[in-house]
């Protein structure tokens, strides 16, 4: 299960991408996981509840997460601007009006969310019979940059944190 760990100056934020599947509870049995848990919460947990506290869309909304969960993820930059994850500088014209954009750009900066490389035509061929298409070798090239790039794209990624 791909995950990242992100500390931000008011929380610590675990991005899992769990599998697009699950439903109820959660059994975390990566132990890399179950580290990062630790590191997060201070304890072990066996379970996950199924809400979290936020969870992000692909589709560039925010779920679960409300304006009120979002900032205490983040910082807030002036009296009514976020910071943006994705501009390094913060000058006033990059911040970013609501806590839950800024929660979507931490994301955004730190895991790919989509795979940047166009999925070759003629994947489904070669994922049957590799080598021995009529395409050949160039291919085969292709196909396993666009594999290698689609491992490691969050699919249906989940936050969890924990306030400092």
């Not at 689609?150 to 989940?158: D, L």
Request: hydrophobic share 40%; aromatic share 10%; glycine share 4%.
């Amino acid at each position: 299960m791909k995950h990242k760990l992100i500390s931000t100056e008011k929380a610590r934020v675990l991005i899992v991408d769990l599998p697009a599947d699950v439903t109820g509870k959660l059994i975390i049995s990566n132990i890399q996981v179950d580290n990062d848990l630790v590191e997060l919460t201070g304890s072990a947990p066996r379970f996950l509840c199924s809400l979290p506290p936020g969870t992000w869309l692909p589709d560039g909304k925010l779920g679960e997460a409300t304006e009120e969960v979002a900032a205490k993820m983040v910082e807030k930059m002036l009296i009514d601007k976020w910071r943006n994850y994705l501009v390094h500088n913060q000058y006033y014209e990059y911040l970013l009006n609501t806590a839950a954009e800024s929660v979507c750009s931490l994301v955004e900066a730190n895991v790919k969310l989509k795979n940047k490389i166009s999925k070759p035509d003629n994947y489904e061929l070669w994922a049957r019979y590799g080598d021995y298409t009529q395409y050949g070798k160039s291919l085969t090239e292709e196909c396993i940059k666009w594999q290698a790039e689609e491992e490691t794209v969050f699919r249906n990624p989940f936050l969890f944190f924990h306030n400092k």
